[in-house]
């Protein structure tokens, strides 16, 4: 089976060697030509480093490469989707299209789903998301994902697909809240980093992560997902992984912040865009989300560390 992978950053490169790793050919086209060929001459990539890409891996430069292609996984970054789609779908073969991004359009306030209606109408689309860090699935250490369809047939046939024996993929097929546990924990993971960054404690990371979970289920299921849903690998099981390490960009970018270090980082941070775009959702919707809020505050810039923890610890005392 020939699998191409469009988006050859971390993440996309990381599905590529695990796929490729199971037997299959896989395309990974990068929008740089030249990195492209580079990559298949050395066998190296500059988003993963230590990894060296397997055989069955084959860098392209040129889309019209993956036209026999038999699925379509798209890696680029949440934020380019639409851009990326309008330009290229017209390009892209009639095959199943995967979605790999955790994001909400900061544009158009939409899910991935949304915008692949859009612009690749013909598409039959899914989503992957769940706890995955890039380096551990390329260097084929044992990782769950869900892969969310809402044509359950179509779901259970690239179910069996693309999973491999370090690669397991489980079923659902709440697509909206599969994305939404996917793109709002990178939130609440930029939240967790400050705390420690700041010096808060692991009992106040405890209490954000706990807080910015609830506040991930009333979003959701106000948008439409499945409440159980949240409890699954793409809401707690991804919020549990991004929170707690430096691995994590969102983790690490709010690490940066907290500690007063006032360089950003040069990669992308899926989250930045996301604060304010749950922000504006959450009000379109009635949802409360406090910390989503003063995280998207703090990195907007408008209020400090201090005042944003004065903020949360002066609300009403409630009941959980």
């Known amino acids: 089976m020939t699998i191409a992978v469009i988006g050859a950053g971390a993440f996309g490169t990381a599905l590529a060697c695990a796929l490729a790793d199971a037997g299959n050919e896989v395309l990974l086209w990068s929008r740089s030509a030249q990195q492209a060929k580079t990559s298949a001459a050395t066998r190296k990539t500059p988003r993963l480093p230590d990894i060296t890409l397997p055989k069955g891996v084959s860098p392209i430069g040129n889309l019209a490469t993956a036209a026999n292609a038999d699925i379509l996984l798209l890696a680029v970054p949440a934020q380019k989707t639409a851009k990326f789609l309008a330009k290229h779908a017209a390009q892209l073969p009639n095959v199943p299209l995967v979605l790999c991004a955790k994001g909400i359009d900061l544009q158009s306030f939409q899910l991935q789903t949304s915008i692949a209606a859009t612009h690749a109408s013909n598409h039959a689309v899914a989503v992957l998301t ?114 707690a390490s430096p691995m994590s960009r969102n983790f690490a970018q709010g690490l940066t912040i907290g500690s007063g270090d006032t360089h950003g980082s040069a990669k992308t941070v899926e989250g930045v865009a996301t604060a304010q775009a749950a922000c504006t959702l959450a009000e379109r919707h009635g949802v409360e989300m406090p910390v989503a809020q003063v995280v998207a505050a703090i990195l907007a810039r408008k209020i400090t560390v201090v005042e944003a923890m004065d903020a949360l610890l002066s609300r009403p005392l409630k009941q959980e």
């Open 130 to 243: 769940g706890p995955g860090f890039a380096t551990e699935i390329a260097r084929g250490l044992p990782t769950a994902l869900t892969l969310a369809c809402e044509d359950a047939a179509l779901g259970k046939k690239l179910q069996r697909q693309l999973s491999t024996d370090r690669l397991r993929l489980y079923l659902s097929t709440d697509t909206t809240g599969a994305q939404l546990g996917g793109a709002l924990k990178n939130v609440i993971a930029i939240g967790a980093g400050i705390v420690i960054g700041a010096g808060l404690g692991e009992s106040a990371r405890a209490a954000l992560m706990t807080r910015g979970f609830a506040e991930m289920r009333r979003l959701g299921t106000a948008m439409g997902g499945v409440d159980e849903t949240f409890s699954g690998l793409s809401g707690l099981g991804d919020l549990a992984l991004t929170c």
